[in-house]
């Protein structure tokens, strides 16, 4: 069974009812796919009545390091993740609101951490920390739509986190930043020293036949979700795969919210995700 939670919060960016909806794509796809249990954190009612949603009043343990309420409530991912580890001793997979699951993923139990990198074949420079020069290919960028911590890795990141900040920088992207910082220059990033470290990026040094990143929308992997690579997407033998990568699978779909929004009307989107 896999242990999820995630956040259905209004923080005035998007309507509730639009964050229902996607709420209730993301659990039509588990549904499908997975034995599973979801908490959900939220400000507002939420009428979910199921044995497998768990519902929390969203709470900020946070300290309001952004300017900007959406990075500083997504760093709050981070804080959520020991409060219910402390809580429930389990290792809860954060999954962000607008993923879509298209196959069993209950293999995530069986390490100890896990991620997703945008893939592809585009090294633009992206920048992880503020007036640095410290950056990172971009198709090695951990994303943040889906992870897994353990507590030895938490108290690690929590770590860096806090000399980063003693130091008056910030990391450019809330907790995508800080992974990557730490995977690629902390630990210098090779295939070795990551396992040794128990850090499994899959696609990468694990399972790579899968490919979950961005890259699926475009073969650079330096775009988000779009109707192109929607359209290159079909079912062979009911795996998801992408003609920019016929020889991989895909389990885990990336969107953003905007992105997930604009495309779940359209015909293509229903045939794959809604009526599949």
Not at 56 to 63: M, P, R, S
Request: hydrophobic share 40%.
């Amino acid at each position: 069974m896999l242990h999820l939670y995630t956040f259905c919060v209004d923080i005035g960016k998007h309507s509730k009812r639009e964050l229902i909806n996607v709420l209730k794509i993301l659990i039509n796809s588990l549904d499908k796919t997975n034995v599973y249990i979801l908490h959900i954190f939220t400000n507002f009612n939420i009428n979910i009545n199921k044995p497998y949603i768990v519902l929390h009043e969203y709470f900020d343990n946070n300290i309001a390091i952004y300017e900007n309420k959406w990075l500083n409530l997504s760093f709050n991912k981070i804080y959520i993740y020991k409060y219910l580890f402390d809580k429930y001793k389990i290792d809860f997979i954060w999954v962000d609101l607008d993923t879509i699951f298209t196959h069993d993923v209950s293999y995530i139990n069986d390490i100890s951490s896990f991620f997703i990198d945008c893939g592809g074949i585009n090294k633009d420079p992206h920048l992880l920390i503020n007036n640095t020069n410290i950056y990172i290919p971009r198709n090695k960028w951990i994303q943040g739509n889906i992870w897994k911590l353990n507590p030895d890795l938490y108290n690690k990141l929590m770590e860096i986190y806090k000399k980063i900040s003693l130091n008056n920088m910030k990391f450019n992207f809330d907790l995508q930043s800080l992974f990557t910082y730490y995977f690629y220059f902390i630990l210098n990033g090779n295939e070795k020293t990551l396992l040794d470290n128990d850090i499994y990026i899959i696609g990468r040094n694990i399972k790579k036949n899968i490919i979950n990143g961005l890259c699926i929308w475009d073969p650079k992997g330096n775009t988000h979700a779009n109707l192109n690579g929607l359209n290159n997407l079909y079912y062979k033998n009911k795996i998801l795969k992408s003609n920019f990568y016929p020889d991989k699978e895909i389990h885990i779909v990336s969107f953003t919210f905007d992105t997930l929004k604009r495309l779940y009307y359209t015909n293509k989107f229903k045939e794959l995700f809604i009526n599949n």
